[in-house]
């Protein structure tokens, strides 16, 4: 069973278009993360979110917590080819637990 | 800083050798985890440890084996390689769990034949 259920699993958009990727789960995170990979490299941490309903920006990325605390998004607007790579959601369900990652979104965005 | 370092970059085993998975961090970190990699499967945990001297379990770890003697450094030992370990194995560190930042290094590509 996998606790986080990322989609779309594939995404391939043109230059400048908007897009929304999305983590879900029937269970409740103390905090969320959200990494990006590139081919040959390891994750590199966006953003956390604790707060359900929390909204974070980083540049044309905004990351929501949702209410709940059971799912999250991350929209990019005006996508530009540096975005590609594959998108992670990570979770805790308690404080003190280990991280829990998705499957990942990857995406690709074409000039 | 030069962050977390794996070694080797890549490498081929045939079937039951045996090597061993290279991890250092500067900076500092209580926290050291093992995850492997596979091909639309995101990270699975391996083993992980939170401080010198002191390791568990992850979700995956059958065939491997791990040591925390210091601090800085982390090796995954695997004892008789089998084709399902090939993977892409990443060590990354945290000061604490929870909410802080996971520090991933680079991967190692390991190939079982």
């Known amino acids: 069973t996998q606790l986080l259920e990322q989609s779309p699993q594939f995404l391939s958009i043109q230059e400048g278009e908007n897009l929304t990727v999305y983590c879900n789960s029937s269970s409740v995170f103390s905090s969320l993360q959200w990494y990006r990979q590139e081919p040959g490299e390891g994750p590199v941490l966006l953003v956390t979110?604790?707060?359900?309903?929390e909204v974070k920006k980083l540049k044309r990325l905004t990351f929501q917590f949702g209410d709940a605390r059971k799912d999250s998004s991350l929209h990019i607007t005006a996508a530009q080819p540096g975005d590609t790579g594959l998108y992670l959601c990570?979770?805790?369900?308690?404080?003190?637990?280990?991280?829990?990652f998705g499957k990942g979104t990857r995406l690709h965005i074409l000039p | 800083n030069a962050g977390v370092t794996q070694t080797p970059k890549f490498r081929i085993l045939k079937i039951g050798q045996s090597m061993t998975l290279q991890c250092t961090q500067d900076?500092?970190?209580?926290?050291m985890y093992w995850y492997r990699q596979d091909p639309g499967m995101g990270l699975k945990l391996i083993y992980y440890?939170?401080?010198?001297?002191?390791?568990d379990k992850g979700e995956v770890p059958n065939g491997y084996n791990v040591s925390r003697s210091t601090t800085e450094d982390f090796p995954l030992r695997l004892e008789l390689a089998a084709p399902s370990q090939t993977s892409v194995y990443f060590c990354a560190s945290s000061y604490e769990t929870g909410w802080e930042t996971q520090y991933f290094g680079p991967g190692t590509r390991l190939l079982v034949l």
């Open positions: 900076m500092n970190h209580n926290y």
């Open positions: 979110v604790v707060t359900g309903g």
């Open positions: 440890s939170v401080g010198a001297g002191i390791t």
């Open positions: 990570a979770g805790h369900l308690n404080r003190d637990d280990k991280i829990i």
